[in-house]
């Protein structure tokens, strides 16, 4: 079964701090992706950053950063050096095997205190 | 370049209607997913259509249809609307058709009433 948690409803971080968002995941697949979106109040899905099953390097995408630790099936999100404008749900999803349905987790809503 | 477009944004319908979503996927992107998003079930998926072909189905009752056209364009359909479908339907595209990156849309807002 494949299956993506977030065990964090609600998170505060005061602007300028680092903040993890945690994700675990499960699948029997062994090609998978793993992707993290920022929804807003607008509704709107904003691809954030990528990680494949197979790549051994963790990705990074500017103040993005996913920590991969494939044998404890976990991708958490660090956000370096938070801005106000982060502030917004955060959802984890995966992709596995060759297609393109993803499985999102409940979300995380990040709040950031100035 | 433009992106991921839903249209309408705002959609109200009364229970027993039926109603059609449009998407307009990236130019270039031959794949599109459909998503429903509630309060409730979180973001589940509908389906993916890649070059005019239904790839994946998710677990919705017959009443909720797709289709592709060859502009890869795509359309979604309700039939016999319920309360429960009050939803955001999101649309994403991509590339292709394999874990690929999805960019989505800004949704369209259905209201059953």
């Known amino acids: 079964a494949q299956k993506i948690t977030q065990t964090q409803p609600g998170m505060f971080v005061q602007e300028k701090e680092a903040v993890t968002l945690d994700c675990t995941y499960d699948?029997?697949?062994?090609?998978?992706?793993l992707f993290w979106y920022k929804q807003p109040s607008s509704g709107e899905m904003i691809f954030l950053i990528y990680?494949?099953?197979?790549?051994?390097q963790n990705a990074t995408e500017g103040r993005y950063s996913l920590n991969f630790q494939k044998a404890r099936k976990s991708a958490n999100l660090v956000i370096s050096a938070s801005q106000l404008g982060d502030s917004a749900m955060y959802f984890c999803?995966?992709?596995?095997?060759?297609?393109?349905?993803?499985?999102f987790g409940s979300g995380t809503k990040l709040n950031v205190k100035p | 370049k433009a992106g991921v477009t839903q249209t309408p944004r705002y959609l109200i319908k009364t229970r027993g209607q039926q109603v059609t979503l449009s998407c307009s996927p990236i130019?270039?992107?031959?794949?599109v997913s459909w998503y429903q998003q509630t309060p409730g079930q979180g973001l589940q998926f509908l389906f993916e259509?890649?070059?005019?072909?239904?790839?994946n189905k998710g677990n919705f009752p017959g009443r909720f249809s797709g289709r592709q056209f060859s502009n890869s364009r795509s359309e979604m359909n309700v039939s016999t609307l319920e309360l429960g479908d009050s939803a955001l339907y999101l649309c994403?595209?991509?590339?292709?058709?394999?874990?690929?990156?999805?960019?989505f849309g800004a949704g369209t807002r259905l209201s059953v009433l």
């Open positions: 130019s270039g992107h031959r794949s």
């Open positions: 259509y890649f070059s005019e072909t239904q790839r």
């Open positions: 699948t029997s697949d062994q090609s998978y992706g």
């Open positions: 994403a595209s991509s590339r292709t058709s394999g874990h690929d990156i999805q960019y």
């Open positions: 990680q494949g099953s197979y790549d051994e």
């Open positions: 999803a995966m992709s596995p095997g060759d297609f393109n349905k993803f499985y």
